[in-house]
């Protein structure tokens, strides 16, 4: 938490393992570990460190679903309104 860049890192790396399946209906692996890296390191790093993090983090979830799925995971209350918004968005329709 005290280094957003490194986190972005390892939540990008996190999520770019598991590609296969994040948009069937059924529970994968890979939803799983999406959902646990949306739900855990995602929430808080957008609220914190919003100017360094949600740009590179919508950048991002345009170049593929597997971020956006994970954002869709991401409690947005500790989030400022427009941090939240432009999370959301980043999630695409994947959004909970």
């Known amino acids: 938490m005290d280094d957003?860049?490194?986190?972005?890192?390892?939540i990008l790396a996190v999520v770019s393992r598991h590609a296969d399946?994040?948009?069937?209906?059924?529970q994968?692996?890979?939803?799983?570990v999406?959902?646990?890296?949306?739900?855990?390191p995602l929430d808080n790093l957008p609220a914190d460190?919003?100017?360094?993090?949600i740009v590179?983090?919508?950048?991002?979830a345009r170049r593929g679903r597997r971020l956006g799925s994970t954002l869709g995971c991401v409690w947005r209350n500790a989030m400022a309104g427009a941090v939240s918004t432009r999370v959301q968005r980043a999630a695409g329709d994947i959004s909970q």
């Not at 994968?28 to 799983?32: D, I, L, S, V």
């Not at 460190?49 to 993090?53: I, K, L, R, S, V």
């Not at 590179?56 to 991002?60: L, S, T, V, Y």
């Open 21 to 26: 399946n994040i948009l069937v209906t059924d």
């Open 34 to 40: 999406l959902g646990m890296s949306g739900a855990g």
């Open 49 to 53: 460190h919003a100017d360094e993090f």
């Open 4 to 10: 957003p860049h490194l986190a972005r890192a390892a």
């Open 56 to 60: 590179p983090i919508e950048a991002e």
């Open 28 to 32: 994968t692996e890979a939803k799983r």
